[in-house]
């Protein structure tokens, strides 16, 4: 994962921009005040520093050339300021690129990619997010794998919803009795097995060898993905 050290006083945008890269796989640790910046900066490695230069108690000019002076970081300067001047005197000063608020958090992604270039490090690969194989829709009684409907007798739906909002945790025997209307406590194990193997039959590639609807010896059943 990258690392981003950003000093900015704008707590907003600082939000805003943070949760965009997390979407790169990009850690953004955001520092309002310049001197806590510095300090954090001297004491763990960052891949690259977002520099604001209107800050409170120090300019980001001088936060710049401190910077720079003792650290081998890429930094590009994000700032409001329209003077010309600001941005000859960062880029002289050794900073790698100068990106005039307000902008697109999209081209501070490609300004960051076309740095790391620069520096032979690599951008991380977009974070993949993670689809569920099995969907639980209450209102409308049905249960999807992979987005396609699956046709299940009252009882086998009432079970495998159980099993779809207790995904990942352990159900037990009598979870499953106390939750179903069509199994009263009188009935045995026996019973949930039968039904939960035609579930299987419906849900898994071999039924034999379940790979989402499992059995936990001793304890119950999970559903996992």
Same mark, same amino acid.
């Given at each position: 994962m990258l690392k981003i050290a950003m000093v900015e006083d704008d707590s907003e945008l600082a939000e805003v921009l943070t949760q965009y890269l997390c979407k790169f796989n990009i850690?953004? +640790?955001?520092? !309002?005040?310049?001197?806590?910046? &510095?300090?954090?900066?001297?004491?763990?490695?960052?891949? &690259?520093?977002? &520099?604001?230069?209107?800050?409170?108690?120090m300019d980001g000019l001088e936060v710049c050339k401190e910077l720079v002076t003792k650290y081998d970081i890429p930094i590009i300067i994000s700032s409001a300021r329209s003077d010309i001047t600001d941005k000859v005197i960062a880029l002289e000063l050794g900073a790698d690129d100068y990106l005039p608020k307000p902008y697109d958090p999209r081209?501070?992604?490609?300004?960051?990619?076309?740095?790391?270039?620069?520096?032979?490090?690599?951008?991380?690969?977009?974070?993949?997010?993670?689809?569920?194989?099995?969907?639980l829709d209450e209102e409308k009684q049905e249960i999807k794998k992979d987005g396609k409907f699956i046709k299940f007798t009252p009882a086998e739906f009432q079970i495998m919803s159980l099993m779809c909002k207790r995904k990942g945790f352990v159900v037990s025997r009598y979870d499953i009795l106390d939750s179903c209307?069509?199994?009263?406590?009188?009935?045995?194990?026996?019973?949930?097995?039968?039904?939960?193997?035609?579930?299987?039959?419906?849900?898994? !590639?071999?039924?034999?060898?379940? !790979?989402?609807?499992? +059995?936990?010896?001793?304890?119950?059943?999970? &559903?996992?993905?």
């Open positions: 850690s953004v +640790t955001n520092f !309002e005040d310049p001197f806590i910046a &510095l300090s954090a900066i001297a004491l763990e490695e960052f891949d &690259l520093i977002i &520099l604001d230069l209107t800050l409170p108690g081209e501070l992604e490609v300004r960051i990619k076309t740095i790391l270039r620069r520096f032979n490090k690599s951008m991380p690969k977009p974070v993949e997010e993670k689809k569920e194989v099995f969907t209307d069509f199994l009263n406590s009188d009935e045995d194990s026996g019973s949930i097995a039968v039904i939960i193997n035609r579930i299987r039959h419906k849900i898994e !590639e071999d039924p034999k060898k379940p !790979e989402y609807f499992l +059995t936990m010896r001793g304890v119950g059943y999970k &559903l996992v993905e």
